[in-house]
């Protein structure tokens, strides 16, 4: 009986697998991709998306175990109750002229837009509350956010995710354009990651290869999201997205092959083992026409094609969690090479010398059909010494103009002339090839009207200190200097006045 | 008799013994609770790391802070632990050919900047305000953990500064100065408010002893980087960078410090001796008469290193296995799905609900004080003009 009360209690306290004491399973999953698109101008952009989605419901009081989901931000929607934060770090600016459109832009400085739940009674002070909190995290100045730099947008900045009714009394924003991003706002945004820089596409994340861009935009979106396709139950979403444009030139050297290692000095080793999925997407649409094209290594297992911001796009996916890829090579690294044609154009730049020489450029350029090419080159003027002026400097300066020479193809094929026989208007230029006609064009000249020093202010001046000086120290100078004698009245005529001349003469006191 | 005399002998020599005994105890006790007097007391350090300068040309201040911060992350002090504040940016500032970098050395050996910095106070943020809030404790509520000092009664609290100073004061910013008497009523506010146990403070600006010669509370010691009438010399520019990399003396600091590890036994009398002024030029100084303790008894570490209490364990858990979590609510979530109706993202241009909706009526506040004493006096004279007999024609 006392043996058997004690193997009873034994028997009850055994555990099943899989967790009585959790009371809620809640699935989190990671999905992590790179997107890396050459733009048009040599660029390269590589866009980073980490997504972590926590399946439970949108209330979160009570909630105490956090696995992939990161703590620090699940505290703060439950603490402020949020319903979506986007908040984006962001130096530079996207170029779309050059660059093509964004994926998703954000503005210079930080920005910080977010949506709380109608159950907020005072959404102001859970705002500043909220900015603060933030301000500690991400080690940004967002503390300084306060009444006179947040909106609440009456029409535009309508909720990413899920939303039933949109009363725009729960939405503030705010940007503060001042904030500068560097490394103290990118380690606490990796740290936010499962894996945190240690395995899977975040080993990428290297702050001197991603500050030495021009473009760089990191950002934290929370939101609610459908579970499945169906969207019958509500998961939250985090998103920590990272855009990079690494120039060409500063990073590239100029030559526009790409690669993994040259962009980020790191090659992908492993996948995150937290991850779901992990793939590297590469652009590789309209590169394969006759002019260039792309040549990606390794060759791509597989494709992607989509409609993507209005244009059909082709992709070469990686998936790092594929085993045969990683088991290949021991790293992988992604290189971009372009076969051009041989370049059939020619640049020839020489640069000016203070007083020696002008600039000098030429050009020869094909110029595609139906098109407008502007060639524009800045230029500065070097300070003149006063002697080097024009006696009409205010009239301006002079560029000369500029010359093109042109090979037009003609309308309708010339026959060689002989000169002799044909008039003199037709003998300008020689034609070796009837297929066009060689004619050489002049722009205006440019007159650039300079800032001139004053002229009349040497004279001025010297007037004005002579002047200064004579009258001033000259009078002091006369007071101390001068010794002041009494003179007797001159009397007696001619000889008492020669008599004292010549005792003046002799040394003798006169008379 | 004689076996009374035999057991008195007996006694006294066992008492004896007893004695002799007691009396080594006793010797041992005392030594050990002398070597407790001069050893500190201290069970966590703090660290402040403050740098006052903007513009680019300062860039060797921000190089000077951040040295120090890398050398006390290196001793042990967590970032929890360390209030660091920069006025400026110089690792991603556009003037830096190098981004995200901040170098201590020429040819750029060493980017004290690091991958893994925790700014607290940055830019516009540097100001003497925050800077006495953090020291005092004072600070707003809404003010996050890491931008706070939490130091206890014992807690060894390390402050540097470095920046541009004159005689008796130090400049922010270019816009604001803090005195040296406003920082020694900082520190008796927090000897007040037992805020520390003790506090090593290190200034590297030009005629840096001028800021610790008016401290009065207990258990300060000081150190400076030159005396009044001198200043404070920089480093060594480099050319690609193009400014001056580091002060003089905080470059033989981080020298000096490079050479400590956390188990080190160097001692205060070792940091005093660092820079002569034959590398230095100024002549640095220390103070250590308000420190109770001899300086030749106080570990480096004991400031730029920090205690840690370490529990060792051997046992082994064994943590779950996430597939069955996965696989079990799987099948919930099929379960539950039927019962609800779609949920739906919202559109994120209604073109035609926005043309549509008024706008929001600002919530009327009835007329403040002003007004109300303005339109009283206007009644006023009006009524003291024309007599009360208009009165009725108003009303």
């Known amino acids: 009986m006392a043996a058997a009360m004690p193997l009873a209690l034994f028997v009850l306290l055994l555990p099943g697998p899989g967790g009585w004491c959790l009371a809620e399973p809640q699935r989190d999953s990671l999905r992590e991709e790179l997107v890396i698109t050459p733009l048009p101008s040599g660029d390269v952009a590589a866009t980073f998306q980490f997504r972590t989605r ?31 934060l986007h908040l984006s770090f962001t130096q530079g600016f996207w170029r779309t002229r050059y660059w093509g459109p964004p994926f998703l832009q954000a503005p210079s400085g930080a920005e910080l837009w977010v949506w709380f739940q109608d159950t907020v009674t005072d959404v102001d002070k859970s705002w500043k509350e909220l900015s603060n909190v933030l301000s500690g995290i991400f080690c940004a100045s967002l503390n300084f956010i306060d009444s006179t730099n947040t ?19 729960f939405l503030r924003y705010a940007v503060l354009p001042r904030e500068v991003v560097c490394t ?39 939101r609610p999201v459908c579970r499945n396709a169906r969207c019958t139950s509500i998961s939250w979403e985090l998103r920590q997205t990272l855009s990079v444009v690494f120039d060409a030139f500063i990073t590239g050297q100029g030559k ?104 000098l450029l030429e050009m020869l350029i094909q110029l595609p059909a139906n098109s407008v090419t502007k ?137 | 008799m004689a076996v009374s005399y035999c057991l008195s002998r007996a006694a006294t020599a066992f008492t004896a013994v007893l004695l002799f005994s007691f009396g080594s105890v006793a010797a041992s006790h005392i030594e050990d609770q002398a070597e407790q007097f001069f050893r500190s007391g201290h069970t966590n350090n703090w660290a402040v790391l403050v740098c006052t300068s903007r513009f680019w040309f300062n860039y060797r201040h921000v190089a000077n802070t951040l040295s120090v911060y890398r050398s006390v992350k290196r001793l042990g002090i967590p970032d929890s632990h360390i209030v660091l504040m920069l006025a400026d940016d110089m690792a991603c500032n556009p003037r830096n050919p190098k981004p995200a970098t901040v170098f201590s050395h020429k040819n750029m050996e060493l980017n004290v900047y690091g ?22 404790g004072r600070i707003p509520p809404s003010t996050p953990r890491s931008k706070r000092l939490l130091s206890d009664d014992r807690s060894n609290i390390l402050i540097y500064m470095t920046g541009h100073g004159g005689n008796g004061f130090l400049k922010f910013q270019d816009s604001e100065e803090i005195t040296n008497i406003e920082l020694a009523d900082a520190f008796e506010q927090m000897w007040q408010k037992r805020r520390y146990n003790e506090l090593l403070f290190i200034i590297d600006t030009c005629q840096g002893a001028s800021m610790y010669e008016r401290f009065y509370s207990p258990n300060i010691m000081a150190l400076a980087s030159s005396q009044v009438g001198e200043d404070s010399l920089s480093h060594q520019p480099d050319p690609a960078i193009g400014v001056h990399l580091m002060d ?11 050479e400590i590890n956390p188990a080190s036994q160097t001692n205060m009398n070792d940091l005093f001796q660092v820079c002569p002024k034959s590398l230095c030029v100024s002549t640095p100084g220390h103070r250590t008469d308000l420190f109770q303790r001899d300086p030749k008894n106080v570990l480096i570490t004991d400031f730029f290193g920090s205690v840690r209490k370490v529990e060792i364990t051997t046992e082994t858990i064994n943590l779950q296995q996430d597939s069955e979590i996965m696989e079990s609510s799987y099948k919930e979530d099929q379960m539950g799905e039927e019962l609800m109706e779609p949920l739906k993202y919202a559109e994120q241009l209604p073109v035609a609900q926005i043309i549509h909706q008024k706008p929001k009526l600002k919530d009327w506040h009835p007329p403040g004080g002003f007004i109300l004493g303005l339109w009283a006096l206007i009644i006023m004279v009006f009524f003291k003009t024309y007599g009360i007999k208009h009165m009725k024609f108003i009303f």
């Open chain 1, 256 to 359: 526009k092959d790409w690669s993994l290692f040259r962009m980020f000095s790191r090659t992908l080793t492993e996948p995150c083992p937290l991850a779901s999925e992990s793939r590297v997407y590469v652009d590789i649409t309209n590169y394969n026409q006759d002019n260039e094209t792309l040549e990606v290594n390794p060759a791509p297992t597989t494709t992607y094609q989509d409609v993507i911001l209005g244009t059909r796009k082709t992709y070469a996916v990686y998936d790092l969690l594929d085993t045969a890829m990683i088991h290949n090579s021991r790293n992988l690294n992604i290189q971009l090479k372009w076969k051009r044609p041989p370049e059939n154009g020619y640049i020839h730049y020489q640069p000016a010398q203070d007083r020696l020489q002008p600039h």
């Open chain 1, 54 to 84: 926590w399946d439970s419901e949108l209330q979160r009081e009570g909630v105490s175990h956090y696995r992939l989901f990161p703590k620090a931000l699940g505290q703060l929607i439950a603490k402020y109750s949020l319903r979506e």
């Open chain 2, 115 to 136: 991958d893994d910095v925790e700014v607290d106070y940055r830019s516009y943020e540097v100001t003497v305000e925050n800077f006495l809030r953090v020291l005092t």
């Open chain 1, 375 to 511: 060639v524009s080159i800045q230029f500065e003027r070097a300070l003149l010494k006063w002697t080097e002026y024009t006696p009409d400097p205010n009239h301006g300066f002079y560029v000369s103009p500029s010359v093109l020479s042109a090979l037009v193809p003609s309308m309708v094929a010339a026959k060689p002339v002989d000169w002799e026989e044909s008039p003199l208007f037709n003998s300008l230029f020689p034609v070796s090839d009837g297929s066009n006609y060689f004619v050489r064009l002049y722009t205006e000249p440019l007159l650039v009207n300079l800032p001139t020093p004053d002229f009349s202010m040497p004279y001025n001046v010297i007037c004005l200190t002579c002047t200064v000086v004579a009258v001033c120290y000259g009078s002091f100078y006369n007071l101390l200097t001068r010794t002041f004698h009494i003179e007797e009245p001159r009397t007696g005529g001619l000889a008492k006045r020669l008599a004292n001349f010549i005792r003046r003469i002799r040394g003798v006191p006169p008379l």
């Open chain 1, 184 to 222: 103290e706002n990118l380690t606490p945004w990796k740290k936010l990651l499962p894996c945190s820089s240690k395995a899977g596409l975040s080993v990428l994340l290297k702050a001197d290869r991603l500050f030495h861009t021009s473009y760089h935009s990191q950002a934290v979106h929370i």
């Open chain 2, 248 to 258: 003089r003396y905080t470059f033989y600091v981080l020298e000096f410090l490079e």
């Open chain 1, 151 to 169: 909106v609440t947008p009456t029409a535009s900045f309508k909720p990413l995710g899920l939303a039933n009714d949109t009363d725009h009394y």
